[in-house]
């Protein structure tokens, strides 16, 4: 694992979506079309039926001359719900409310079934999903939401803002403003639960932040290479030897290599079986680190077709399948088709279905050009993937170019706090195997901002369905989320007792 590997180039930088490609309706139809392929899939418990419900949302929450507003869906279930009797002093059916992140929310609902199934009942809760401005149904200006006039008010701060509007909307109408609010969400919007809680304690009484890289911006003491070195080591722990990840870097230099020969870039089209013509290798690239690292997010213990469809611990069976061939470009082809061709039906690999260029009119390339500015880089030496440093020039140039817009690299840092942020009953769970866990809450900061570390655990598999495979430290950590959830409850349940 000591020696490097090739450079690819600045302009090819990747600004990472903790979810690929979830604004994509074609996607998630070709995934639906291929259900039947995937044998080894059981489809867990359905989530309780819901609501799908619309909020006229306002657009611009700091701004009194803009009297512009939206509809803001959100799904609802009162399934479980203790709703309070009229006259209730206390409140004993609490709201969970999930902080949608940058994606359709039904399909959030669909995959968070630890609060949906077992949480909601538990606790007798109203189940709330809200969806993120601008992704999903909910565009504010409908097909010309991504235009660069109309982009401005997509800021994680306006997200924050719908949210506080719409708890407050729905509770007076339910006449249920003494209940207590528990946020809840995952990654980009596990980030928004725990900035909730920090920006609105008054509405927001405590918060799940399941895989909440908050740390993993400028001015904070993350480490910018954390997220490649924890992916590189998901591979390399398949073997005593670490062989997997090696032979993945070694590829790597082959494909650069063979890049820089004449004819070499058809011959990489022919390997890989790419769809069209490869013009630029590093396209190719980009596309092989996304597949790994997805890979790597998504390594549940169970078949699952969270990202794509793929077998369990699906990081030890694409390592198992490099380690029958002896060339390493097949092996790493071998380890690919584990993330992008599964069920064994595609012919040939759309270079453009996961690179940023595709998310476009999703959302996230541009809150990548604003605010969320991760610094993730590689250098080669401790991770598997080719060098890839952090060049702020280079992003404002491709920012400018795409939206017109300047990034504000700081911005999240010191509006929200990194690191050095002031807040209490919040619960961040990092799974081990998460990449994203680099930029996590992993220490225990006062009485209640306590870090749940899951041992084997992938990205927010804590707020997915429980499962028999589950390994010990999710069950665990999941008792340890219900009963904290429950104190802080009940405690915010006395404080907001009707007089």
């Not at 910018?224 to 390399?236: S, V, W, Y």
């Given at each position: ?459 927010h598999l804590d707020l997915r369905m429980p499962d028999p495979a ?30």
């Amino acid at each position: 694992m000591g020696f490097g590997i090739n450079s690819i180039d600045a302009k090819s930088m990747r600004y990472r979506s903790p979810y690929p490609y979830y604004g994509s309706k074609e996607v998630r139809q070709r995934k639906e079309a291929q259900q039947h392929l995937f044998k080894e899939f059981k489809q867990p418990p359905p989530p309780p039926p819901y609501q799908e419900l619309y909020y006229m949302q306002t657009l611009d929450h700091f701004n009194f001359q803009n009297k512009g507003t939206f509809a803001q869906r959100y799904l609802y279930s009162d399934v479980y719900w203790n709703r309070p009797s009229k006259g209730d002093q206390i409140c004993t059916g609490p709201i969970l409310f999930y902080t949608g992140n940058e994606g359709d929310i039904t399909l959030f609902y669909e995959n968070t079934q630890f609060v949906t199934n077992v949480l909601a009942k538990e606790m007798n809760a109203l189940i709330l999903f809200a969806e993120h401005r601008y992704y999903g149904s909910t565009l504010p200006f409908g097909n010309n939401s991504f235009i660069p006039e109309n982009l401005g008010y997509m800021t994680s701060e306006q997200a924050l803002a719908d949210y506080a509007q719409l708890i407050q909307s729905v509770l007076a109408e339910l006449d249920a403003e003494n209940c207590p609010v528990i946020a809840v969400g995952g990654s980009y919007g596990g980030m928004l639960t725990a900035w909730m809680r920090m920006k609105y304690p008054n509405i927001i009484d405590a918060g799940l932040a399941a895989s909440a890289p908050i740390n993993l911006f400028l001015g904070t003491d993350a480490d910018p290479e954390g997220f490649n070195k924890i992916a590189t080591q998901d591979f390399a722990q398949t073997s005593q030897d670490g062989s997997c990840a090696t032979r993945i870097r070694n590829a790597f230099n082959d494909i650069l290599s063979i890049a820089k020969q004449t004819g070499g870039l058809a011959q990489l089209t022919e390997t890989f079986s790419l769809c069209h013509p490869l013009t630029d290798v590093n396209d190719l690239v980009n596309w092989i680190e996304a597949g790994i690292t997805y890979m790597a997010m998504a390594d549940y213990p169970y078949p699952a077709n969270f990202l794509e469809p793929m077998p369990g611990y699906p990081v030890n069976v694409s390592c198992q399948r490099l380690a029958a061939t002896t060339d390493d470009i097949q092996g790493l082809l071998a380890v690919v088709g584990v993330y992008f061709n599964y069920t064994g039906v595609t012919t040939c690999y759309d270079l453009n279905v996961t690179t940023t260029s595709s998310l476009g009119n999703d959302g996230w390339d541009y809150q990548a050009c604003t605010e969320m500015i991760m610094p993730i880089t590689s250098d080669g030496i401790n991770d598997m993937f080719p060098p890839q440093p952090f060049d702020l020039s280079d992003l404002v140039a491709q920012c400018v170019s795409a939206w017109d817009t300047t990034p504000a690299p700081n911005w999240i840092t010191t509006y929200y706090g990194g690191s050095n942020f002031v807040a209490t009953n919040i619960i961040f769970s990092n799974g081990v195997l998460d990449p994203w866990r680099a930029g996590g809450i992993l220490q225990q900061m006062g009485d209640s901002i306590i870090p749940i570390i899951i041992e084997g655990g992938a990205h927010h598999l804590d707020l997915r369905m429980p499962d028999p495979a589950d390994p010990p430290s999710v069950i665990e950590a999941r008792e340890i989320e219900t009963k904290l959830l429950t104190m802080w409850t009940k405690e915010a349940a006395i404080k907001k007792m009707r007089k």
